[in-house]
């Protein structure tokens, strides 16, 4: 996907930031050599959470791609929200609950999984498109606020919590 992004566009860089649960990560160098994409990448390792805005606050896009598991299907993901409370457009996979969470051209893009050219072309639109990048933000930070914010979910937790079983 990155290959294919920095066709359109040459500057782009991708910002890793954090581990893979099985340290897939430590094939990120190699993965990157081969593909000649070497200088293209700044993977940051495992970043305190404190220093997170700091580096939302420099990004133009956050992509969020999933593979189609079972496990991935039933995720809700907290760092999903984390990106769009923060005013990232975000592209992320079509998998699971990021559906459920991204209006698809509102509050972020959405492409089918596994779809590396339809993902890099997503993105592409973003980073060519300033007004786009701007609705989608302020549509995310607005359906996090609107949907998803505590104040709001916490009493639905403890409704159900609290409820008997049938």
Avoid at 6 to 27: D, I, S
Avoid at 97 to 120: K, M, R, T
């Amino acid at each position: 996907m990155l290959a294919a992004l920095r066709r359109r566009h040459p500057e782009a860089r991708l910002l890793v930031a954090g581990q893979g649960l099985f340290q897939e990560e430590r094939r990120l160098p190699a993965l990157a050599a081969a593909r000649g994409l070497e200088g293209a990448i700044d993977d940051r390792g495992w970043v305190e959470p404190a220093q997170l805005a700091a580096l939302m606050a420099g990004a133009d896009v956050a992509i969020y791609p999933f593979d189609d598991t079972l496990v991935n299907r039933s995720k809700s993901s907290v760092k999903l929200l984390e990106l769009l409370a923060a005013g990232l457009p975000v592209v992320a996979s079509a998998v699971g609950q990021n559906a459920e969470v991204i209006v698809d051209g509102q509050s972020g893009l959405l492409v089918a999984p596994g779809d590396a050219a339809a993902f890099a072309a997503a993105v592409s639109d973003l980073l060519d498109d300033a007004d786009l990048r701007a609705r989608l933000a302020a549509g995310a930070q607005a359906r996090v606020r609107e949907q998803f914010r505590w104040s709001l979910l916490a009493p639905k937790v403890l409704g159900l919590y609290r409820s008997e079983r049938p």
